[in-house]
């Protein structure tokens, strides 16, 4: 048997005051086995589709070691040392978060077309600052990878070892584990996910373009001979690489896919894939949301992508079942502010809102079946499915947001700008930074400010109106932005409650904006 090497990671996943998980891919089966402070701990490997991994939790803080059957294999000789650091009584001091990164080179060519990779100069920068400095926690909203939008790389991987369709995306669970491979391990990467815990929910590149936009959307699709493999290929990838390191020990114990894995005799492919295409099919019996208490804050990070109710008429943003799960995290105690972490932004700039729940009204007949179908063809060409494109769910959770009596923080990316927006009189916020390394073009951006902050606020409501769409049961407006240079931003949740976007240049991380939240 070949010497195991390390594939991807580690990546530090799940923290709390008590525990850490570690997750890894590795080349062969093997133990995997974490040493941190004064703990040890050790995880056999469990194999899917020919890959191998394992999550190992640990229960000290302080530098760590990873081996595989007994030869350490991190950290790289060349850099620091990876650190856990666990959650104090107060929850964490510094939430780091954003969306949209795709994974090509750091050459001159790239760093034209895609700008500078800021999560990359931001982990070069931990390296040489003190760990008093770091975030304590790394949200990534969505759009991780780029399944419908390879690089150079990717195509020669696929073009290598297949012919058939689709030639220029992803297209079963090897080709996603390569392109998780190649998101995860430049150097400086691997070291900033090995030290900084994340947390992980998906959007709609992760699979596709648009992915359940609507039931119009999911019916052409069905249609496509090669769709069945690759979301089924796409959602068991998610589980593996960014879920499964979502949830605590005793979620993953609750979850029972886990232990079904690792007892399988040989590779479990069928068991995750069986999962995969019944969580695309019934979407209500399987949650990739997840909360967690941090101290005096309480995180809740929603899918608001798989668990979308697609019915004509009775759009929702989540089903019956995620809303009611949804409901009860905010109505726990404890918690005196709330950070609520979904891809798409809940408030947007209110033209473009309003334009969104015009077009989903005309989308469902309001004037008429041949109007619908222009409607419906809008909604896909211009991505207008974010939560204003679910009215009745975006009424739902404003109420729901204002009885809850706490500031409520919402985190989100998607759109490839950053901005800030507040309710008027209520303590709702809506942060998004987007993209970590994916800008949009000058012509638009351009687009973008005239559309969204021009053109769309002077019609947008008259829009709304001529459809007979009732106001919001909230009003808000954009206090700062939009910004749309590749950005990575930290929220603070310590003294004074405030936001800093950065971005990067190629030799420094360099401030766009702070804004203090009032809470």
């Known amino acids: ?25 590795t080349s062969e089966p093997c133990e995997v086995t974490v040493e941190a402070g004064r703990a040890r701990a050790s995880a056999r490997t469990f194999t899917v589709h020919g890959h191998h991994y394992a999550i190992v939790d640990v229960t000290d803080s302080g530098t760590y070691e990873v081996s595989l059957d007994g030869e350490t294999v991190w950290p790289l000789p060349d850099h620091p ?11 964490p001091r510094k939430v780091m978060f954003g969306s949209c990164r795709t994974s090509v080179p750091h ?18 920068r931990m390296m040489e600052t003190s760990e008093e400095q770091w975030p304590d926690m790394l949200l990534l909203l969505g759009d991780q990878v780029y399944a419908d939008e ?10 290598n070892r297949r012919d058939d369709e689709p030639k220029t995306e992803i297209a079963d669970f090897e080709e996603y584990a390569e392109l998780y491979r190649v998101a995860w391990s430049d150097p400086e990467i691997r070291w900033l996910l090995s030290t900084v815990p994340t947390a992980m929910i998906f959007d709609d590149h992760d699979l596709r373009d648009d992915w359940n ?48 894995l690792c007892a399988a005799e040989g590779d479990g492919a069928e068991i995750l894939d069986t999962f995969a295409a019944h969580a695309d099919a019934v979407p209500s019996d399987s949650r990739w949301s997840y909360a967690r208490d941090l101290g005096s804050t309480r995180l809740i990070m929603i899918d608001s992508r798989c668990a979308r109710q697609l019915i004509p008429g009775d759009r929702r943003m989540l089903d019956p079942v995620e809303w009611e799960w949804l409901t009860e995290q905010l109505a726990r105690e404890g918690a005196e502010r709330i950070l609520l972490g979904t891809s798409v932004p809940f408030l947007l700039p209110s033209g473009i809102h ?9 989308a469902q007949g309001a004037w008429g079946r041949r109007v619908a179908r222009w409607a419906e063809w809008l909604r896909q060409a211009l991505d207008l499915e974010h939560w204003s494109a679910f009215r009745r ?69 008259f829009l709304a ?23 990575i931003a930290t929220l603070s949740l310590e003294g004074p409650v405030s936001v800093r976007w950065e971005t990067a240049s190629t030799t420094e991380v360099i401030d766009v904006a702070t804004v203090e939240l009032p809470v």
């Open 150 to 159: 390879p690089s150079a790389e990717m195509l020669e991987f696929i073009k």
């Open 213 to 260: 936009t609507s039931a119009d959307w999911r019916e052409k699709m069905a249609a496509v001979e090669w769709w069945p493999r690759r979301v089924v290929a796409g959602l068991g990838a998610y589980w593996v690489y960014q879920h499964l390191g979502n949830m605590s020990p005793a979620e993953r114990d609750a979850d029972g896919l886990l232990g079904k």
């Open 393 to 461: 769910s975006f009424e739902d959770l404003a109420r729901l947001l204002t009885r809850t009596g706490k500031p409520v923080i919402i985190l989100s990316g998607d759109i490839h700008y950053s901005y800030a927006a507040r309710a008027r009189k209520h303590p709702i916020h809506q942060l998004v930074c987007s993209p970590i390394r994916n800008p949009l073009s000058r012509t638009l951006r351009l687009a973008n400010i005239v559309a969204q902050f021009g053109i769309a606020t002077l019609i947008g409501g």
């Open 354 to 362: 309003h334009v969104q729940t015009w077009n989903e009204a005309l």
């Open 1 to 25: 048997m070949d010497v195991p090497e390390l594939v991807v990671g580690p990546l530090l996943r799940y923290v709390d005051g008590t525990s850490a998980s570690i997750w890894v891919e």
């Open 465 to 487: 109106r001529t459809a007979r769409i009732p106001r919001p049961p909230i009003r808000w407006r954009i206090t700062d932005g939009p910004w749309f240079s590749n950005a």
């Open 81 to 91: 040392p990876s650190r856990i650091r666990l959650l104090g009584p107060d929850g």
């Open 107 to 124: 050459d001159v060519i790239h760093t034209i077309s895609h700008g500078v990779d800021v999560l990359r100069s931001y982990g070069c």
